[in-house]
């Protein structure tokens, strides 16, 4: 399997997305201060507090998963399964302007390795 690869499974980038979404590697994101009194969902966040995303909440939120328990790469494909839908939600290498700068390379290498490791070995659970 190559990166040239990609497009035609979307059922491997749909899984790759679900490990990403489950395993919640980076827990919270890195921490922000608020540059102006503002308020958020109904509560007052000062000038100067801290803020910190939860990233492992969002990706095991109920209200945004339905059922965030289950591994379900189907989540993240369309009905008909052959594009993957990207989902504001998953945040596997946080947000913003401190997003991972290695996102895409990592995303890559971690595409290569296991639809590689799926393409030679039988795994059961």
């Known amino acids: 399997v190559t990166l040239a690869d990609r497009p035609n499974l ?10 990403f979404r489950k395993s919640s590697l980076v827990t919270t994101g890195l921490m922000h ?8 969902a109904g509560y007052d966040i000062p000038k100067g507090t801290w803020v910190l995303p939860n990233i492992y909440a969002i990706h095991h939120d109920e209200n945004i998963w ?12 369309s009905p008909d399964e052959k ?3 990207k989902s504001e939600n998953l945040l ?5 302007r401190r997003i991972c700068l290695g996102e895409n390379l990592a995303r890559d290498e971690i595409f290569l390795f296991l639809t590689n490791i799926f393409q030679r070995f039988s795994i059961t659970v």
Do not use: H, M, W
């Open 10 to 19: 979307p059922y491997a980038e749909a899984t790759l997305q679900e490990i």
């Open 33 to 40: 201060t608020a540059i102006k009194d503002a308020t958020f």
């Open 66 to 77: 339905g059922d965030p328990n289950n591994f379900r790469p189907e989540r993240f494909l």
């Open 83 to 85: 594009k993957v839908i």
């Open 92 to 96: 596997p290498f946080s947000l913003g």
